[in-house]
Protein backbone atom coordinates (compact mmCIF):
# COMPACT_ATOMS: atom_id res chain seq x y z
CA UNK A 1 0.00 0.00 0.00
CA UNK A 2 1.36 3.60 -1.03
CA UNK A 3 0.83 6.47 1.36
CA UNK A 4 -1.83 8.92 -0.53
CA UNK A 5 -0.15 12.43 -0.39
CA UNK A 6 -2.59 14.90 -2.33
CA UNK A 7 -1.03 17.59 -4.65
CA UNK A 8 -0.44 20.95 -2.40
CA UNK A 9 -1.74 24.05 -3.79
CA UNK A 10 -0.72 25.73 -6.32
CA UNK A 11 1.43 29.00 -4.87
CA UNK A 12 0.90 32.49 -5.97
CA UNK A 13 3.12 33.62 -8.98
CA UNK A 14 3.59 36.71 -7.49
CA UNK A 15 6.46 38.26 -5.54
CA UNK A 16 8.61 41.64 -4.73
CA UNK A 17 11.61 43.19 -6.51
CA UNK A 18 13.47 42.64 -3.65
CA UNK A 19 12.38 38.97 -2.95
CA UNK A 20 13.17 38.78 -6.95
CA UNK A 21 16.66 39.49 -6.92
CA UNK A 22 17.38 37.73 -3.32
CA UNK A 23 15.88 34.18 -5.04
CA UNK A 24 18.20 34.90 -8.15
CA UNK A 25 21.37 35.66 -5.94
CA UNK A 26 20.49 32.55 -3.70
CA UNK A 27 20.40 30.99 -7.22
CA UNK A 28 23.90 31.66 -8.08
CA UNK A 29 25.21 31.26 -4.85
CA UNK A 30 24.45 27.57 -5.12
CA UNK A 31 25.84 27.22 -8.31
CA UNK A 32 29.22 28.98 -6.59
CA UNK A 33 28.78 26.32 -3.47
CA UNK A 34 27.52 23.71 -6.06
CA UNK A 35 31.44 23.55 -7.40
CA UNK A 36 33.15 23.68 -4.52
CA UNK A 37 31.26 20.61 -2.85
CA UNK A 38 32.13 18.71 -6.41
CA UNK A 39 35.51 18.97 -5.84
CA UNK A 40 35.22 17.91 -1.82
CA UNK A 41 33.03 15.21 -3.47
CA UNK A 42 35.69 14.41 -5.82
CA UNK A 43 38.65 14.39 -3.39
CA UNK A 44 36.35 12.22 -0.80
CA UNK A 45 36.01 9.25 -3.57
CA UNK A 46 39.70 9.34 -4.37
CA UNK A 47 40.68 8.35 -0.08
CA UNK A 48 39.37 4.73 -1.27
CA UNK A 49 36.33 2.32 -0.19
CA UNK A 50 32.82 4.93 -0.46
CA UNK A 51 30.99 2.96 1.66
CA UNK A 52 32.45 3.94 5.06
CA UNK A 53 33.91 7.45 3.77
CA UNK A 54 31.60 9.73 6.45
CA UNK A 55 33.01 12.91 4.26
CA UNK A 56 31.95 11.12 1.00
CA UNK A 57 28.63 10.28 1.98
CA UNK A 58 28.83 14.13 3.91
CA UNK A 59 29.39 15.51 0.43
CA UNK A 60 26.73 13.47 -1.13
CA UNK A 61 24.13 14.41 0.83
CA UNK A 62 24.94 17.60 0.63
CA UNK A 63 24.89 17.55 -2.89
CA UNK A 64 21.42 16.65 -3.06
CA UNK A 65 20.39 18.96 -1.20
CA UNK A 66 21.91 21.74 -3.30
CA UNK A 67 20.74 20.14 -6.56
CA UNK A 68 17.11 20.05 -5.05
CA UNK A 69 17.24 23.57 -4.48
CA UNK A 70 18.63 24.48 -8.08
CA UNK A 71 16.08 22.73 -9.74
CA UNK A 72 12.89 24.29 -7.56
CA UNK A 73 14.59 27.79 -8.44
CA UNK A 74 14.95 26.81 -12.06
CA UNK A 75 10.81 26.18 -12.22
CA UNK A 76 9.92 28.91 -9.91
CA UNK A 77 12.31 31.70 -11.38
CA UNK A 78 10.23 31.56 -14.70
CA UNK A 79 6.89 31.24 -13.22
CA UNK A 80 7.07 34.55 -11.17
CA UNK A 81 5.64 37.90 -11.44
CA UNK A 82 7.34 40.96 -10.13
CA UNK A 83 5.08 43.37 -8.91
CA UNK A 84 6.92 46.40 -8.43
CA UNK A 85 4.21 49.13 -9.19
CA UNK A 86 1.95 50.86 -6.05
CA UNK A 87 -1.30 49.85 -6.70
CA UNK A 88 -4.55 51.93 -8.61
CA UNK A 89 -6.16 52.50 -5.02
CA UNK A 90 -2.96 52.90 -1.86
CA UNK A 91 -6.58 53.02 0.68
CA UNK A 92 -7.33 48.90 -0.58
CA UNK A 93 -5.46 46.24 0.64
CA UNK A 94 -3.26 44.87 -2.14
CA UNK A 95 -0.08 43.01 -2.47
CA UNK A 96 2.81 44.61 -1.00
CA UNK A 97 0.94 46.97 1.89
CA UNK A 98 2.04 47.06 4.86
CA UNK A 99 -1.38 46.61 7.07
CA UNK A 100 -1.99 47.52 10.96
CA UNK A 101 -4.55 45.12 12.32
CA UNK A 102 -6.26 45.99 15.77
CA UNK A 103 -7.99 43.23 17.52
CA UNK A 104 -10.92 42.72 20.13
CA UNK A 105 -8.67 43.54 22.98
CA UNK A 106 -7.11 46.64 21.13
CA UNK A 107 -3.21 44.83 20.35
CA UNK A 108 -2.28 45.95 17.76
CA UNK A 109 -0.12 44.28 14.85
CA UNK A 110 1.52 45.21 11.62
CA UNK A 111 2.01 42.79 8.68
CA UNK A 112 3.41 43.25 5.07
CA UNK A 113 2.20 41.20 2.56
CA UNK A 114 4.08 39.52 0.25
CA UNK A 115 4.56 36.53 -2.31
CA UNK A 116 4.60 32.76 -0.86
CA UNK A 117 8.44 32.48 -1.76
CA UNK A 118 9.21 35.24 0.53
CA UNK A 119 7.51 35.14 3.65
CA UNK A 120 8.92 35.81 6.86
CA UNK A 121 7.32 35.47 9.92
CA UNK A 122 10.56 37.55 12.30
CA UNK A 123 9.33 40.06 9.83
CA UNK A 124 5.72 39.94 10.13
CA UNK A 125 5.70 39.36 6.90
CA UNK A 126 2.77 37.41 5.59
CA UNK A 127 2.20 35.00 2.36
CA UNK A 128 -0.65 36.62 0.10
CA UNK A 129 -1.94 32.90 0.22
CA UNK A 130 -2.13 33.22 4.01
CA UNK A 131 -5.64 33.05 5.18
CA UNK A 132 -5.36 36.32 6.77
CA UNK A 133 -3.88 37.71 3.69
CA UNK A 134 -7.01 37.07 1.75
CA UNK A 135 -9.69 38.27 3.97
CA UNK A 136 -7.36 41.47 3.66
CA UNK A 137 -7.41 41.70 0.36
CA UNK A 138 -9.05 44.24 -1.16
CA UNK A 139 -10.41 45.49 2.07
CA UNK A 140 -9.77 49.80 2.83
CA UNK A 141 -9.04 51.33 6.41
CA UNK A 142 -11.30 50.99 9.15
CA UNK A 143 -13.16 47.95 7.49
CA UNK A 144 -13.68 44.81 9.77
CA UNK A 145 -12.33 41.62 9.02
CA UNK A 146 -13.31 37.85 10.23
CA UNK A 147 -10.11 35.72 9.72
CA UNK A 148 -10.30 32.04 10.27
CA UNK A 149 -7.61 29.96 11.20
CA UNK A 150 -7.46 26.23 12.68
CA UNK A 151 -7.68 27.76 16.27
CA UNK A 152 -10.95 29.52 15.67
CA UNK A 153 -12.70 32.87 14.44
CA UNK A 154 -10.72 36.24 14.78
CA UNK A 155 -12.00 39.76 14.49
CA UNK A 156 -9.55 42.99 13.28
CA UNK A 157 -9.81 46.42 12.33
CA UNK A 158 -7.98 47.56 9.67
CA UNK A 159 -6.51 50.90 11.22
CA UNK A 160 -3.22 52.11 8.90
CA UNK A 161 -2.34 50.42 5.20
CA UNK A 162 0.74 52.35 3.29
CA UNK A 163 2.79 50.88 0.91
CA UNK A 164 6.96 51.59 0.14
Do not use: C
Not at 130 to 135: D, G, I, L, M, T
Amino acid sequence: MGRYRPPAPKQSPYITAAGFAALQAESKALWTRRAEVTKAVTAAAAEGDRSENAEYIYRKKELREIDRRIRYLQVRLPKLHVVAEMPDDPDKVRFGAWVTLEDEDGNEVTHRIVGADEFDPTKRWISIDSPVARALLGHGLDDEITVTTPTGSHRYWITDIRYQ
